[in-house]
Structures are given as structure tokens and as C-alpha cells.
């Protein structure tokens, strides 16, 4: 299971770090992790993701102001969001594809955390 958790409430030109630790009880590997995001009215969208190899990629909104970083200890991928805007104002959803030996490549999704950008 996904557990997401560092949403809230911040003004415009602030930060906010999301985390989203992956659990389970038998062994797995984590392929990759991503970060999705909805706001009202709209479609959810991708956010940024990242590879286990440690490649990223993160949509043209974000970039230069989001960084996506994992520690594959504690199975556990980051959302570094600076320098926020009212327009980055959604509930984020972490998501992961993860390898397990009785399930193969499945992609799983946490509960989302809302964050809000006041302005």
C-alpha cells in the first residue's frame, strides 16, 4: 500500500514537501514512483515521476520549481514543491508500480493529500 501524507495549507511563494512510503508484506521492488495531481473541475494530470534507475521527468507546469527524489531504503519517494502557486492548488496523488513475485509489474495508488496555495 501507498501511504501519502505533507499536504496543506500555504501561501503563494511558499513550500511544501509530500511524502509517500510504500509498505507491503511480502518482498517487492519499486519500478518507479510518480505524483498525480486533480483539481476541481479538471482532469487529473501528472505531476512528476521517477525511475528507479533514478531518471525524472515532470510536466512543463512544475519544472524548475518541483523536485522528485526517492530513497529506495525506506521505499519512500519525496515531492519537494517550492515557490508555489494558487494554480498548483489540487489533491496530489502518489502512485507507484511496484514488482512482486506473485503479481508481477501492478501499478498501485495512495489516498490523496490536498494541497492549497493561498494567494
Known amino acids: 500500500q501507498l501511504q501519502a501524507s505533507g499536504g496543506g495549507l500555504v501561501q503563494a511563494g511558499g513550500s511544501l514537501r509530500l511524502s509517500c512510503a510504500a509498505s507491503g508484506r511480502t518482498w517487492f521492488v519499486i519500478n518507479a514512483f510518480g505524483w498525480y495531481r486533480q483539481a476541481p473541475g479538471k482532469q487529473r494530470e501528472l505531476v512528476a515521476d521517477?525511475?528507479?534507475?533514478?531518471?525524472?521527468n515532470y510536466s512543463d507546469s512544475v519544472k524548475g520549481r518541483f523536485t522528485i527524489s526517492m530513497d529506495n531504503a525506506v521505499n519512500t519517494v519525496y515531492l519537494q514543491m517550492d515557490t508555489l502557486e494558487p494554480e498548483d492548488t489540487a489533491v496530489y496523488y502518489c502512485?507507484?508500480?511496484?514488482?512482486?513475485?506473485?503479481?508481477?509489474?501492478?501499478?498501485?495508488w495512495g489516498q490523496g493529500t490536498q494541497v492549497t496555495v493561498s494567494s
Open positions: 521517477i525511475k528507479r534507475g533514478g531518471s525524472t
Open positions: 502512485t507507484s508500480n511496484i514488482w512482486t513475485m506473485t503479481q508481477g509489474s501492478t501499478d498501485y
